[in-house]
C-alpha cells in the first residue's frame, strides 16, 4: 500500500517569512495530492490540491509543487501570518484507495 | 447546505460497551469515507463507502468494527465492545465524486474509560 511520510514534523517561521512543508509517497500509481489544514480541535479543511498531470498550483499565498519522477510533493506558504499557525497533512491517493496521509506538520508563526 | 454533520461530538464509553458514530454527508454526496485520529497522529484511512455499498475496508480493523451507509439516513460507524486503545477522533469525510475533494465533518471523540 502507499506510504507518505512528511517533514519537518514542526516548524517554526517568522511572520511575513515563507514556510515549506514537504512529503514523499512510495506508490508511483499515486494520482490525487490534497493538503488539509487542520487547527486544534477542529476538522481537517482541504486547502489546496493537486492531480498527478499538473506540477505545480497556486492559489493566492499558498502553492503545491509535485514532482512524479522523484514522487515528492511539497507546499508553499507565502508572507505567513498568524492565523496560518495550524497543523497541515500531507495526502496522497490512487483511483479505488482511500487517501493516507502524512504524519502532520504543526506550523507555529512567530510574531 | 449544513456540510457533513457527524453525532456526536463527543462520547464517553465504558470498556465493553458498543459505540455508534454517524454521519451525514454533503447533500449531493454519495462517496464517504471514515477515518480514525489518534492524539498527535494523522488520520488513518478505515472504510469508503457508497449507498448500500462497502468499496474499500482495508484500514478497518477485523474485528468489532463495522460501517454501513444505507440507502436512507446516516453512515454508521459501529464498535462492538470497546477497548481504551479505541479512544480516538473519527472522522468523517464525503465527496462528489471519487477525488473530487473530501469535506470532512467535525468529529467524534470517543473516550473508552
Known amino acids: 500500500g502507499e506510504n507518505v511520510e512528511q517533514h519537518p514534523s514542526t516548524l517554526s517561521v517568522q511572520e511575513g517569512d515563507s514556510a515549506v512543508i514537504k512529503c514523499t509517497y512510495s506508490?508511483?500509481?499515486?494520482?490525487?495530492f490534497p493538503w488539509y489544514k487542520q487547527e486544534l480541535g477542529k476538522r481537517p479543511q482541504l486547502i489546496i490540491d493537486i492531480r498527478s498531470n499538473v506540477g505545480e498550483k497556486k492559489d493566492q499565498r499558498i502553492a503545491v509543487t509535485l514532482n512524479k519522477t522523484a514522487k515528492h510533493f511539497s507546499l508553499h506558504i507565502t508572507e505567513t501570518q498568524p492565523e496560518d499557525s495550524a497543523v497541515y497533512f500531507c495526502a496522497a491517493s490512487r483511483v479505488a484507495d482511500g487517501l493516507t496521509f502524512g504524519k502532520g506538520t504543526h506550523l507555529i508563526i512567530q510574531p | 447546505n449544513a456540510g457533513v454533520m457527524q453525532n456526536p461530538r463527543h462520547l464517553v464509553r465504558r470498556r465493553g460497551q458498543e459505540a455508534r458514530l454517524r454521519c451525514s454527508p454533503m447533500?449531493?454526496?454519495?462517496?464517504v469515507y471514515w477515518y480514525r485520529q489518534l492524539p498527535e497522529e494523522g488520520l488513518k484511512f478505515m472504510v469508503y463507502l457508497q449507498k448500500e455499498n462497502i468499496i474499500d475496508e482495508s484500514g478497518m480493523p477485523k474485528e468489532r468494527f463495522s460501517a454501513e451507509f444505507p440507502k436512507e439516513g446516516p453512515s454508521i460507524l459501529r464498535i462492538q465492545q470497546v477497548v481504551r486503545g479505541d479512544s480516538a477522533a473519527y472522522f468523517c469525510?464525503?465527496?462528489?465524486?471519487?477525488?473530487?475533494?473530501?469535506?470532512f465533518g467535525s468529529g467524534t471523540r470517543l473516550t473508552v474509560v
Open positions: 469525510a464525503s465527496s462528489l465524486a471519487k477525488h473530487y475533494g473530501y469535506t
Open positions: 447533500k449531493g454526496h454519495s462517496h
Open positions: 506508490d508511483s500509481a499515486s494520482n490525487y
